[in-house]
């Protein structure tokens, strides 16, 4: 079975400072992976997706993430925080199985970023 | 253009009654997911659309539950005699094909009290 581990459920950082949030997976298949993004009151929105192809995966805003196979990770960075980074995140895999690509996420990483 | 919109927004609902949530799909999109989100949680899939098939239903909770696309667009996702523990955003997602990237919707804050 497809899952998703979202290390910490809490991050703060300073504005202009790095972002790390970290997820592990566990699949049985090459899995797709993806980050999504939701703000209070707005819907989820994709920040990016790795479907096998470039392991470092860029996406919107600054986002990019690093698939490693050998540490079954999927962490999202970015060199340079802003305060409308502040959000819920979620790294999310592809279940598999059936007729469905439904999505299985993680519980969410609560990214604060301080002035 | 128009993204997925879901109505109402809010709802609030007492023990036992019935509610009946909306997600207008992008047009055109095949796919049509419903995904239930508890406070804290990441959301959790409950059922699955292609055109007007349900073809995975195997992520609703009860048979309280029960969801429908009739033509193949609008999805109505209903509740029957709900219970506190259904109190959760409804969150509904589609892509324009199966395995293509989906597009959520703002959801629908259900308390049931």
């Known amino acids: 079975a497809q899952s998703v581990t979202q290390l910490d459920s809490h991050v703060s950082v300073s504005e202009g400072t790095p972002v790390l949030l970290r997820c592990n997976y566990s699949?049985?298949?090459?899995?797709?992976l993806f980050w999504y993004v939701q703000h209070p009151n707005k819907g989820l929105q994709l920040l990016l997706k790795y479907t096998s192809a470039a392991t470092l995966v860029k996406g919107i805003n600054g986002f990019e993430a690093e698939f490693k196979k050998s540490e079954t990770s999927f962490h999202l960075t970015k060199p340079s925080a802003h305060m409308s980074d502040a959000a819920e995140y979620f790294c999310v895999v592809t279940g598999y199985g059936g007729a469905t690509n439904k999505l299985i996420f993680g519980t969410g990483t609560l990214l604060a970023v301080q002035p | 253009g128009a993204g997925v919109s879901q109505s109402p927004r809010y709802k609030v609902a007492k023990r036992g009654q019935d509610v009946a949530l909306r997600c207008d799909p992008i047009?055109?999109?095949?796919?049509l997911f419903w995904y239930q989100q508890a406070l804290g949680q990441g959301p959790e899939f409950l059922t699955y659309?292609?055109?007007?098939?349900?073809?995975?239903k195997s992520g609703l909770p009860s048979d309280r539950f029960f969801a429908e696309r009739p033509e193949g667009s609008v999805s109505t996702l209903k509740i029957q005699r709900t219970q506190q523990e259904d109190s959760a955003v409804y969150l509904c997602?589609?892509?324009?094909?199966?395995?293509?990237?989906?597009?959520f919707g703002p959801g629908t804050r259900l308390t049931v009290l």
């Open positions: 659309f292609q055109n007007e098939a349900q073809l995975d």
């Open positions: 699949s049985s298949y090459s899995p797709s």
């Open positions: 997602a589609s892509s324009p094909r199966p395995a293509n990237e989906q597009f």
């Open positions: 047009s055109g999109h095949v796919s």
